[in-house]
Nanobody
Framework: QVQLVESGGGSVQAGGSLRLSCAAS????????MGWFRQAPGKEREFVAG??????YYADSVKGRFTISRDNAKSTMSLQMNSLKPEDAAVYYC????????????????WGQGTKVTVFS
């Protein structure tokens, strides 16, 4: 089992920045894939960014603005979000799993509870 806890959400003005963190505990050795998804009210959960064996992947909507990173020694993952837009407002979820398909929910076996990001204009 792997436990994931997100932190760093909050309220920020459009154009501002936030840094989300995900702390993993438990049997993390099998979680080659880690990523961030988000879900806005009334919408389905969508892929934001993922990382697997040092390779990073991003949704088109966040490329150039968001940066995902992972510190295996500390069992943490981060998402640096810059130039935030109102459409980035959502609950952000950290996921971890074994499978290759980084951009799909099926690759992730474990999820955190989510952290809310609000962007006001």
């Amino acid at each position: 089992q792997v436990q994931l806890v997100e932190s760093g959400g909050g309220s920020v003005q459009a154009g501002g920045s936030l840094r989300l963190s995900c702390a993993a505990s438990g049997h993390t050795f099998g979680t080659a894939t880690m990523g961030w998804f988000r879900q806005a009210p009334g919408k389905e959960r969508e892929f934001v960014a993922g990382i697997r064996w040092g390779n990073t992947y991003y949704a088109d909507s966040v490329k150039g603005r968001f940066t995902i990173s992972r510190d295996n020694a500390k069992s943490t993952m981060s998402l640096q979000m810059n130039s935030l837009k109102p459409e980035d407002a959502a609950v952000y979820y950290c996921g971890a799993g074994r499978r290759v398909e980084v951009g799909t929910e099926s690759a992730y076996e474990y999820w955190g509870q989510g952290t809310k990001v609000t962007v006001f204009s």
